[in-house]
């Protein structure tokens, strides 16, 4: 109940292209959702994040959708570029309780 | 450069042995979380301390122990070294206590064991 099951675990994207990554979950008592970039040799940092009131956010070419029926969330990178070439976590939690993170994606944008 | 500061940077051991990994919180954090991370299992939840008291416990064994420190540093011990223990691991750390606050990692202590 406690997991966050994310797939792809890799994804290889023609520059320009959309990335797309998926999260799902099973705890209906999670009301955060956020998402972490994780470049080689670096630690993740946050990228975005979501609450369940909302059902889509974006930043800049980033974009979390969330689908609260069906218990997912997604994080879409339009535009997709090199420099966005790292590892992508996506992690849930609520209150009093510590993130649950995904597995990762490895994504790769090739020219 | 996420402003949390870990050391040493890479650690090489061996079986039974025990180490101390050490990890600098962001100025002004007052939460500090340990992660170990592997490639099969992702990002593991370890333990939580804000402003010196214990306030989370994940999956960690009884192997592990941590402390957070009057000046908010932190330090994860793991004892009686395994080879399954060889991991990334990650400080990081946020203003509050809270899973809502943004965490801040540092560049993570690679832990091998021989």
């Known amino acids: 109940q406690q997991q966050v099951k994310q797939s792809p675990q890799s994804l290889i994207v023609q520059k320009g292209g959309i990335s797309i990554i998926n999260c799902a979950y099973e705890?209906?008592?999670?009301?955060?959702f956020p998402w972490y970039q994780q470049f080689p040799g670096k630690g993740p940092a946050l990228l975005i994040a979501?609450?369940?009131?909302?059902s889509e956010k974006k930043e800049g070419r980033f974009t979390i959708s969330f689908n609260k029926s069906a218990k997912q969330f997604s994080l879409h990178i339009m535009d997709s570029q090199p420099g966005d070439s790292a590892t992508y976590f996506c992690?849930?939690?609520?209150?009093?309780?510590?993130?649950?993170f995904g597995k990762g994606t490895r994504l790769s944008v090739i020219a | 450069d996420s402003g949390v500061t870990q050391t040493p940077k890479h650690l090489i051991t061996a079986t039974g042995q025990r180490v101390t990994l050490r990890c600098s919180p962001r100025?002004?954090?007052?939460?500090v979380y340990w992660y170990q991370q592997s490639l099969d299992q992702g990002l593991q939840f370890l333990i939580q301390?804000?402003?010196?008291?214990?306030?989370a416990k994940g999956n960690i064994l009884e192997r592990f122990s941590a402390q957070q420190f009057p000046d908010l540093h932190s330090e994860l011990n793991l004892s009686s070294l395994e080879l399954g223990d060889s991991a990334l691991y990650f400080c990081?750390?946020?203003?509050?206590?809270?899973?809502?606050?943004?965490?801040?990692f540092g560049p993570g202590t690679r832990l091998t064991v021989l």
């Open positions: 705890n209906t008592a999670f009301d955060y």
């Open positions: 100025s002004g954090d007052l939460s």
């Open positions: 992690a849930a939690a609520y209150l009093g309780t510590p993130l649950v």
């Open positions: 979501i609450r369940p009131d909302v």
């Open positions: 301390y804000y402003n010196g008291e214990e306030r």
């Open positions: 990081a750390s946020s203003t509050g206590g809270s899973s809502y606050n943004e965490q801040f």
